[in-house]
Structures are given as structure tokens and as C-alpha cells.
């Protein structure tokens, strides 16, 4: 099996294939899946892959997208990607693939700090995404809105980092994880010893090695996610 892995981002698309092969490309103004599938296909027209994961920025049920993503175009929801790619497809959250890239047993919670928020609860196998950056946290704006770039901007980087370890207590209480993995672009603004014992920063490649173990037959947790 031969896995192609895309990781959409609001800053770039990231793309990953069995044999260790990287690239990426920045995302479009609005972009829509025909535009996406434009720039895979000029990165990729001599790689080899038969099956596809993809990480989308916004919630999935039975492996579709269910709403238009908040920082990208319109058009998702609806389009076939099965037929564009003409092989398998799964699609899962994108904070729910880089969650499964970190995962390593037990009890984790997933905080993707990138254009917004990512959220994801993965329970003894079993992938739980969630859409909890859109309630409402301080000053009437939510924890995305707060958390993500447009937070960093306007808050500074004292102000932000003070507002994401606050987020880290509350979620902790309420979801009583084992442990906390920060993802994206901006959980590198941490060092080791400002986070709490149980936190501590992803890597680069885990939304790679994620869309490789959704084919992992072995795992429980893939079941859901066809």
C-alpha cells in the first residue's frame, strides 16, 4: 500500500508519501478542493500512491466533510474526492490526523496551534475530534479567535502564551487527560520549560505518520473513520 498524505492548512497544503517523500504549497486566498487538487496534481504527477489520507480543517462525518471550512473556500462538502483521486479516500479532521501521528496509548488531548485551533480527544484507540475553539473563552471572542494567528497578533506573545496555558488548565480539568500534545506551527513559541509536566510539543511529522496509520488495519480506532 502506497499512501498519499494531505495535511490543509490556512498557510500551506502539506503532502507526504510512502518512501519518505515531502512537499508543500501555499494555500490559495478562498481555496476550493478544485484549486487544491490543481496544485497536489503539479507536485505530484510523478509520485507514485494508491490509497489517500486527508486532513481537513473543519468537522467530518463518515469520512465527508459536514461544513464548509471557516479559513478556506466553499465547495468541499459536496465534492467527490474518491473520484478525483480515482483510489481509496479517507478524510478525518486535521487536528484528529496530527492527534493520531502523536498518539502513543491511554488518554491524550490534541491542541493544533495554527491558523486556529485544532481540538481532538483520542480515548484508548478511539478518536473523538472536536469543535470546542469555536466556544466562547474571553473579551466575547472564542478560544480559536484567541488561540489562533489573529490572537497572536493582537495579544503579543507574553499575553498569548499566558491565554494558551490557561486553555491547557481548563481542558485538562474538564477532559481529564493523561497527557497533552501541542501541534502546530506555533507550539514551537513554546520551550520545554514553559509547559506543564503533562504537555509537551509534536512533531513535525505527525500529521504524516497519522494518514499512514489510518490505514492501519491492526488499530481499532481506524474503523471510524471510513
Known amino acids: 500500500m502506497d499512501i498519499l498524505t494531505i ?10 508519501a510512502s518512501g ?4 508543500s504549497f501555499p494555500t490559495p486566498p478562498g481555496m476550493t478542493p478544485q484549486q487544491m487538487l490543481l496544485g497536489i496534481n503539479q507536485i505530484t504527477a510523478d509520485w ?22 471557516v479559513n478556506l473556500g466553499t465547495g468541499w462538502v459536496d465534492f467527490d474526492f474518491q473520484q478525483a483521486f ?31 485551533l485544532g481540538t481532538a480527544l483520542i480515548h484508548d484507540e478511539h478518536i473523538v475530534p472536536m469543535e470546542i ?19 497572536l497578533d493582537s495579544l503579543g506573545i507574553a499575553s498569548w ?11 485538562t ?7 497533552v500534545v501541542l501541534g502546530g506551527g506555533n507550539a514551537q513559541r513554546f520551550s520545554k520549560e514553559e509547559l506543564p509536566d503533562h504537555v509537551s510539543i509534536g512533531r513535525n511529522k505527525d500529521a504524516s505518520v497519522g494518514g499512514m496509520r489510518l490505514w492501519d488495519k491492526q ?3 481506524l474503523d471510524r473513520n471510513k
Open 219 to 221: 488499530r481499532a480506532y
Open 173 to 179: 480539568y474538564a477532559l481529564c487527560p493523561e497527557y
Open 133 to 151: 475553539s469555536h466556544l466562547p473563552f474571553r473579551d466575547a471572542r472564542t478560544f480559536e479567535q484567541l488561540l489562533g494567528v489573529a490572537g
Open 161 to 171: 502564551k499566558e491565554r494558551v496555558l490557561e486553555t491547557i488548565a481548563l481542558f
Open 7 to 16: 495535511d490543509i492548512g490556512g498557510l500551506s497544503v502539506k503532502l507526504h
Open 20 to 23: 519518505e517523500t515531502s512537499s
Open 48 to 69: 507514485y500512491y494508491d490509497h489517500v489520507s486527508i486532513g481537513f480543517p473543519g468537522p467530518v462525518r463518515q469520512g465527508k466533510p459536514i461544513r464548509e471550512p
Open 86 to 116: 480515482a483510489c481509496p479516500v479517507r478524510m478525518i479532521n486535521d487536528a484528529a490526523m496530527q492527534a493520531l501521528g502523536a498518539y502513543r496509548g491511554g488518554i491524550m488531548l490534541f491542541l493544533g496551534l495554527g491558523t486556529g
